[in-house]
């Protein structure tokens, strides 16, 4: 009932930000703008500032690095040989095994440090921050490596892209940055502190708000297969993975925990915009997302709870 209590409202703000989007308040074009704003400034923020005062050194990188890494290369490898397997009898098709495997792999970086910060605290949060900075480089590489090899060809240049999006991607801009200030011992001026420290307040409810105004309940004729695949690699076999790997290797009860708050997390609402520009299946991973995040809400408090 702790777990369902600290977890219930972050999932109402998330459902508030897809009524808001509903009945189109603030305004049409108010969403498009505040998901920028929170990816690009103020999830950033909230990144350096905990990441410049946290006490990293407590974290046993040398056991949590490889086993993400094993995690991640685990999950792609059963699900790409799922697909070789069932491939001659025609049951999921290229561009859907595009989706299915974003939809098994990628996670919700908002909802995943509402949650930490909910039941762990800071502590949780250094935790959490480290291990989303190791995974989001790998996960993007899977990802687009999968959509290069399955999608339908569209002229671009994936791997290139993946470079210039890794380079840039503002999350872990914002990662390196805070684990340079606080390894410089310099500190941060109190007003830029402050600045980021108000900035890191505002990340999470706006995050969280715009997750909720990018679901979109479509059609689920027809992609009922894939979306069963999807969510049970999410929600059951990825899961399973870290409560294994992790009790194989040692780590810690609250880096477990973290770890099984990340792995269960519903798949990240940027996997649609990288499915249209890789020429995934896009309709059937807008389904994902948005059945995902719903079902998130239920089947978390459970795996926490009797984990």
């Known amino acids: 009932m702790a777990v369902v209590l600290s977890i219930l409202p972050i999932f109402f703000i ?3 930000g897809a009524a808001f989007r509903k009945i189109a308040f603030p305004g049409v074009g108010f969403w498009s703008g505040a998901e920028k704003l929170t990816y690009y400034i103020f999830f950033p923020a909230l990144l350096i500032s905990k990441m410049a005062t946290a006490e990293i050194g407590n974290i046993d990188l040398l056991s949590i690095a490889p086993l993400l890494g094993a ?5 792609a490898g059963l699900m790409v ?3 070789r397997l069932s491939k001659p009898y025609g049951v999921l098709a290229n561009p859907a095994f595009t989706s299915v495997f974003q939809g098994g792999i990628r996670f919700n970086t908002y909802v995943g440090l509402a949650i930490v ?10 935790i959490a921050l480290v291990m989303v900075a190791i995974m989001i480089p790998l996960v993007n590489i899977l990802c687009v490596t999968v959509l290069e090899m399955y999608a339908e060809k569209v002229s671009v240049h994936p791997y290139r892209r993946l470079c210039s999006s890794i380079i840039s991607n503002p999350l872990i801009i914002g990662c390196v940055l805070g684990v340079a200030i606080n390894l410089s011992n ?8 402050e600045m980021l420290r108000l900035f890191s307040q505002v990340a999470l409810p706006l995050g969280l708000l715009t997750v909720g105004a990018a679901l979109s309940l479509r059609a689920f004729s027809g992609v009922a297969l894939a979306l069963t695949l999807s969510c049970l690699v999410k929600f059951l076999l990825l899961p399973l993975l870290a409560i294994g790997l992790a009790s194989v290797l040692g780590i810690g009860e609250l880096e477990t925990q973290v770890l ?4 269960v997390l519903p798949t990240a609402t940027s996997a649609y915009v990288l ?9 059937l991973m807008a389904t994902i997302i948005t059945v995902q995040t719903l079902l998130s809400a239920i089947w978390i408090p ?3 709870a009797i984990s």
Do not use: C, N, R
């Open 117 to 126: 910060t909910a039941l762990y605290g800071s502590e949780g949060v250094v």
């Open 302 to 304: 459970v795996v926490l």
């Open 14 to 16: 998330i459902l508030a």
């Open 186 to 193: 310099v500190g941060l001026p109190y007003v830029l502190s």
């Open 71 to 75: 995690m991640l290369l685990l999950v």
């Open 81 to 83: 040989l799922a697909q």
């Open 275 to 283: 499915a249209k520009q890789l020429g995934g299946d896009a309709e």
């Open 260 to 263: 099984l708050v990340l792995a």
